[in-house]
């Protein structure tokens, strides 16, 4: 059998092309990190890749619930130590004005100074992280408490509100 010079000659050019092509594919790989381009070169590694990107995607969301929760916890176990100080003090002041020896002015003023404290523990038990409360239960759009108050504007009573 006679192989003519054209026959050759395509053969030739059809592996130099072939090697140019390989040489771009490889080059086009390690450019960009990936070993398929369409999901038809390799199916079964398409699909495995699409399920790892998914897979990356919530684990990636887990951290993000993660750190979220963490520092809603580090915000109201802050919050809670702050209220557990101020009650320390609200109890010392209370008890610092309760014998005969204290005179009326003296009572007003732990009166006003009890007032300041008591709107200050209001604050404490209202805080949010973000854009919620820490100590609203489920309801955590709305303030977890209402004071009640007098016409001065003084404290009168405390209740928990009710999440609609």
Do not use: C, W
């Amino acid at each position: 059998m006679r192989v003519s010079h054209l026959q050759r000659h395509q053969t030739f050019v059809r592996d130099v092309e072939q090697r140019v092509y390989n040489m771009q594919r490889i080059e086009q790989e390690l450019g960009t990190g990936k070993s398929i381009f369409t999901p038809s070169e390799d199916v079964p590694q398409a699909q495995q890749a699409l399920l790892s990107r998914s897979e990356l995607e919530l684990v990636s969301q887990y951290q993000r619930n993660i750190e979220n929760g963490q520092g809603f916890v580090s915000a109201a176990d802050g919050k809670l130590t702050q209220i557990v100080d101020l009650i320390n003090e609200i109890d010392a002041l209370a008890l610092s004005v309760d014998n005969d020896h204290v005179s009326p002015e003296d009572r007003t003023s732990a009166a006003q100074e009890l007032n300041q404290k008591l709107e200050l523990l209001m604050e404490y038990a209202n805080a949010q992280f973000g854009d919620r409360h820490l100590f609203a239960g489920h309801g955590t759009l709305e303030s977890a408490f209402a004071a009640a108050r007098d016409s001065e504007g003084k404290i009168v009573g405390v209740a928990a509100v009710s999440p609609s």
